[in-house]
T-cell receptor
Framework: DADVTQTPRNRITKTGKRIMLECSQT?????MYWYRQDPGLGLQLIYY???????NKGEISDGYSVSRQAQAKFSLSLESAIPNQTALYFC???????????FGPGTRLTVL | DQQVKQNSPSLSVQEGRISILNCDYT??????FLWYKKYPAEGPTFLIS?????DKNEDGRFTVFLNKSAKHLSLHIVPSQPGDSAVYFC?????????????FGQGTTLQVKP
């Protein structure tokens, strides 16, 4: 079984809709991250969390919100989706002792 | 400003030859560097890392070299295999600051021809 899972894997939605992407991990890591990837660009950090009570903004947090419901779960919400949020979204985890991160398989989101 | 740059969007090499992927960084606070490999429809997978106290780290066919004075790192794959065809991202962090944040380059698409 995969250590980091993301649901859904693909999603098509319309402008203005609220959408939630979910991430679960079985690695026992404290730290979790959400990234987006656009064509020709690297991964950009949206939000990150070091434990259940900790939420931090990344480089591109505008238009997004997150919830850390448990150590193993970290969800990303788009309150009112817009077309330029069409991208690949990745969740990642890391242990507190290292910056090496382990990624989920990604969610391809299309906003029409 | 782009703190981590991969200036070659793509690279094509023949099977069995060496692949060299390059990465430059600007932030002198970075002290930990990583390479990830990404296949289509999959998430990035961790490949190899290097701490700034070293200038070389080797793992099988993969070797990462770090030149701190030039703020440059490279990934060598020897010998290259068709299964190595993927997008490679370099990433950097200031691990000593314990922020946990990685800064990624834009990626280089490697094609290994049989």
């Amino acid at each position: 079984d995969a250590d980091v899972t993301q649901t859904p894997r693909n999603r098509i939605t319309k402008t203005g809709k609220r959408i939630m992407l979910e991430c679960s991990q079985t690695k026992g890591h404290d730290r979790m991250y959400w990234y987006r990837q656009d064509p020709g660009l690297g991964l950009q950090l949206i939000y990150y969390s070091f434990d259940v009570k900790d939420i931090n903004k990344g480089e591109i947090s505008d238009g997004y919100s997150v919830s850390r419901q448990a150590q193993a779960k970290f969800s990303l919400s788009l309150e009112s989706a817009i077309p330029n949020q069409t991208a690949l979204y990745f969740c990642a985890t890391s242990d507190f002792s290292t910056d090496t991160q382990y990624f989920g398989p990604g969610t391809r989101l299309t906003v029409l | 400003d782009q703190q981590v740059k991969q200036n070659s969007p793509s690279l094509s090499v023949q099977e069995g030859r060496i692949s060299i992927l390059n990465c430059d960084y600007t932030n002198s606070m970075f002290d930990y560097f990583l390479w990830y490999k990404k296949y289509p429809a999959e998430g990035p997978t961790f490949l190899i890392s290097i701490s700034s106290i070293k200038d070389k780290n080797e793992d099988g066919r993969f070797t990462v070299f770090l030149n701190k004075s030039a703020k440059h790192l490279s990934l060598h794959i020897v010998p290259s295999q068709p299964g190595d065809s993927a997008v490679y991202f370099c990433a950097a962090s200031a691990e000593g600051s314990n922020t946990g944040k990685l800064i990624f380059g834009q990626g280089t698409t490697l094609q290994v021809k049989p």
